[in-house]
């Protein structure tokens, strides 16, 4: 998102703050600062994540040079991506709250986040750690959070 978008999106919550402030009910101004603060605080954990995810990439890019080869650490730093995604896409979903984007839309960014942390969760999973069971319940569980994935898509569409 360029600047100008992004200035005009926060520009315009707070407008429509203001506008809205007057009518709120006591317990939706505090929910509005709950979640504002909250909405801080993941952005701070989202910028350690990504230092910590750099510094992750760096430390796995000089022992590449060196010749030694460690798929753990590749688990390791997709496991970190991932994990970044999901810390935006929590913050998108505190943004739609905050812009009163309707429930469909926050429903779909918690199944999304569902399905991020599943995506995850399989790539930096050991197989041998886990029985064919629990793979298989990690796999429907997937395959059901896309097929309501889908379905809310098609709805918000409608």
Known sequence: MDKNKLAHSNSKGLQRLKELWPELTLFERFEYIVTLIVSLVLAMIIVIALLN????IYEMT???LTGEVDYKMFQVTFGMLLTLLIALEFRNSID????GR???VQ???VVL???IALA?????MDANEFGAMMIAAFALVTLSLGVVYWL???KHEL
């Open 102 to 104: 309707g429930l469909l």
């Open 53 to 56: 995810l750099l510094d992750n």
């Open 107 to 109: 429903v779909k960014i």
């Open 152 to 154: 809310l898509a098609k």
């Open 62 to 64: 000089v022992t590449q």
């Open 113 to 115: 986040i569902a399905i």
């Open 120 to 124: 995850r969760k399989f790539l930096v």
């Open 96 to 99: 739609a709250i905050l812009e």
